[in-house]
């Protein structure tokens, strides 16, 4: 008779501990909704999986000559790559806000393949008036891409210096008529806006 009290209060000690942790989960599903789809990424600058570079162009150009008046993100492409000061002399006073370098950059002729890596994207230190001109910010974070790519590669490395041809793209901010003037530069390959009202963090960036 023990035993079955036992065995009892044992199934009803389990019945309540369950109940109370289906009362906690519900509880905490409750109190923290899901995400709003505003956190989505939805919005990508660059070339899209399967899409060629001839593609990838026209609708760039479409993108651009329906770009607003209004400050929107742009991804300029460089093909074939660029240094910094041909990039600085495309947009001029424009703030670029990140690089991407090409992956390959400082690899060795006698490399295998997989030593050529995927292109670096670099997020760009804020010029200071006096201290840091926008060219110095380029090259800050062209070196720190290629110190990421060195460390990637190891010895595989030809000590490739900040001033490379090696920029594949930049993204910047600026609206429409600054934008399309850009894009007549001779280094420019494309210009591609997204929407005035996309926000910084929330789209992806592929140049290539």
């Known amino acids: 008779m023990a035993e079955w009290n036992n065995a009892r209060r044992w199934r009803v000690t389990c019945a309540v501990v369950f109940m109370g942790f289906l009362v906690v989960v519900v509880t905490v599903g409750y109190v923290t909704p899901p995400r709003s789809s505003d956190s989505i990424r939805t919005d990508r600058l660059g070339p899209v999986s399967g899409e060629s570079a001839e593609e990838y162009a026209v609708r760039a150009a479409a993108a651009l000559n329906e770009a607003p008046e209004e400050t929107a993100w742009a991804l300029l492409t460089f093909d074939p790559p660029a240094r910094s000061a041909e ?10 806000s990140r690089v991407v370098v090409d992956g390959g950059a400082g690899a060795r002729p006698d ?3 997989y030593r050529v890596l995927p292109d670096m994207p670099i997020d760009l230190p804020s010029p200071v008036p006096g201290v840091i001109t926008s060219h110095e910010a380029l090259e ?7 110190s ?8 595989f490395e030809d000590g490739t210096p900040p001033d490379c041809t090696c920029v594949v793209g930049v993204v910047v901010r600026a609206d429409g008529e600054t934008l399309r003037s850009i894009a007549e530069h001779e280094s420019v390959s494309t210009a591609e806006p997204l ?14």
Not at 87 to 96: E, L, S, Y
Not at 140 to 146: G, I, N, P, Y
Not at 148 to 155: P, Q, V, Y
């Open 87 to 96: 990039v600085i002399d495309a947009t001029g006073d424009t703030r670029i």
């Open 111 to 113: 490399d295998d393949e």
């Open 140 to 146: 800050t974070a062209v070196s720190s891409a290629l």
């Open 148 to 155: 990421r790519l060195r460390t990637f590669r190891g010895a």
């Open 195 to 208: 929407p005035g009202d996309a926000v910084w963090g929330r789209f992806a960036v592929r140049a290539r």
